[in-house]
């Protein structure tokens, strides 16, 4: 096992399994962090599971938030509807502050363990628009963890990752494929049912199927 560790962020969708296998391929111990955040797609936490397993991580770990609680976005709110047209500006299925939130508890977990590097899985290319994905907010967390922590003070800097940020989906899918992520196992539909079949509806799964076509690769999504 590496002396170099990093923690990432996992989802268990197609852009995050893709970042924990980079993070290997580079020579790091990962440990991974999901969130059960009160998501209607809840099958994603064991797409997350089988992901990590799959991948050889150090420890995954679920961390239960109750986002929910506060709604505002189709995601944690079931009485908004998920989209299944493309739509202007920033989508119903944003989640307020979620990016800032999950960033904040693995910087909190990286500290504890030792870890100098998060990675996160966010895009700049092929996304639905929200603004906790772009690269201004990874760099100013970036400052704001080295401000805020002990580790950061005392000079042992964090580094938040985003290798995926100038990709295209069919280029994320094409790099899983090489360090040999089993697609299958992930889950990238915001209504996905229980069994993590997809809608093939809304943004995510419009995103993602046009990637694999892009790509040249047959997409293993099952759809209900």
């Given at each position: ?11 268990g ?60 976005s ?83 800097g ?24 089993d ?42």
């Amino acid at each position: 096992m590496s002396d170099k560790k990093a923690v990432i962020l996992l989802s268990g969708g197609l852009d995050s399994a893709t970042v924990v296998a980079m993070a290997k391929a580079d020579g790091y111990s990962c440990y991974t962090m999901s969130f059960d955040y009160g998501q209607r797609h809840r099958s994603e936490l064991q797409a997350a599971e089988q992901v990590a397993q799959q991948l050889g991580v150090v420890e995954h770990k679920v961390i239960g938030l109750n986002l929910d609680g506060m709604g505002g976005s189709a995601l944690t709110d079931v009485s908004i509807d998920v989209p299944e047209v493309p739509s202007e500006g920033i989508p119903v299925t944003y989640v307020p502050a979620r990016n800032t939130v999950f960033l904040s508890l693995a910087l909190g977990w990286a500290e504890v363990l030792g870890a100098r590097d998060i990675f996160i899985g966010v895009n700049a290319v092929d996304y639905s628009g929200y603004p906790d994905c772009r690269p201004e907010f990874i760099e100013s967390f970036e400052r704001m963890a080295n401000l805020a922590t002990k580790a950061g003070v005392e000079g042992q800097g964090f580094r938040i990752q985003a290798p995926l940020q100038s990709m295209s989906k069919a280029e994320i899918a094409q790099a899983g494929v090489r360090l040999g992520v089993d697609y299958a196992l992930t889950v990238s539909c915001y209504q996905a049912d229980d069994q993590g079949q997809a809608c093939g509806k809304c943004d995510s799964c419009r995103l993602r199927a046009a990637g694999f076509v892009a790509a040249g690769i047959v997409d293993p999504t099952r759809y209900f």
